[in-house]
């Protein structure tokens, strides 16, 4: 069954942009029935979307962080990154790569998200100088 | 915007325990793509509803989902020790292309 493994910095400085990449196992990221999204979850809180991505290279992403985010698929490698800039404590979090069940149109709204089947098993991201 | 959920509920083993979520019109209220995910400290979410009322496999009989206008409920028949877990649900929204989730409840098993 597909797994996912996220990888990158557990220490991010304060500006600074948060790099995050996703490796995908037993599955492919070119699935047509799937997105592959990132969310996180602060200490004590609740699930954040942040985005998803597929694999043609359209995304959502959550409107609070738009301005800051960037997700980018990498078919070869069958991976998927998270870019997150100008960092500040209030992203200190644990994050989370997904697949994400949905489905993509050519006509109209192009992203629908139905549920997420599989998740990563987090990394934790802590902004501080 | 988020789905409304109570932070906690509890039941005595054995008994059923029920989760509300609420939305609105434009998410639960109109559309089926309602999920149900449970968590452990420190561990990942996991699956257990999805389309309101569908269960992945392996998950247990005892995890129910049903949704009654803009309000959708977990089930939770039998409680066991094990189910002791943070629950979250999440929503297609016609608002947001990323969907929604709840704030998440507590279950305590008593």
């Known amino acids: 069954h597909v797994q996912l493994q996220e990888s990158g910095p557990g220490l991010v400085k304060p500006l600074e942009t948060l790099s995050l990449t996703c490796s995908v196992s037993d599955g492919s990221v070119s699935s047509t029935n799937h997105f592959w999204g990132w969310i996180r979850q602060s200490p004590g809180k609740g699930l954040e979307w942040i985005g998803y991505i597929y694999f043609i290279g359209t995304t959502s992403y959550n409107p609070s962080l738009t301005s800051r985010v960037s997700i980018s698929v990498d078919t070869s490698s069958n991976q998927f990154s998270l870019r997150l800039s100008s960092v500040t404590a209030a992203d200190t979090a644990r994050y989370y790569c997904a697949r994400v069940v949905g489905h993509y149109s050519n006509y109209g709204r192009p992203h629908s998200y139905y549920y997420i089947d599989v998740w990563g098993k987090g990394t934790t991201v802590t902004v501080s100088s | 915007s988020a789905l409304t959920q109570p932070a906690s509920v509890s039941a005595t083993r054995g008994q059923a325990v029920t989760i509300s979520c609420t939305g609105t019109e434009s998410d639960i209220g109109s559309y089926k793509f309602v999920s149900w995910y449970q968590q452990y400290p420190g561990k990942a979410p996991k699956l257990i509803v999805f389309d309101v009322t569908n269960r992945p496999s392996g998950v247990s009989s005892r995890f129910s989902g049903t949704k009654s206008g803009k309000t959708a409920s977990l089930t939770i028949s039998g409680v066991q020790p094990e189910d002791e877990a943070l629950y979250y649900c999440?929503?297609?929204?016609?608002?947001?292309?990323?969907?929604?989730f709840g704030g998440g409840t507590q279950l305590t098993v008593l």
């Open positions: 999440s929503s297609y929204s016609s608002s947001f292309e990323v969907g929604l």
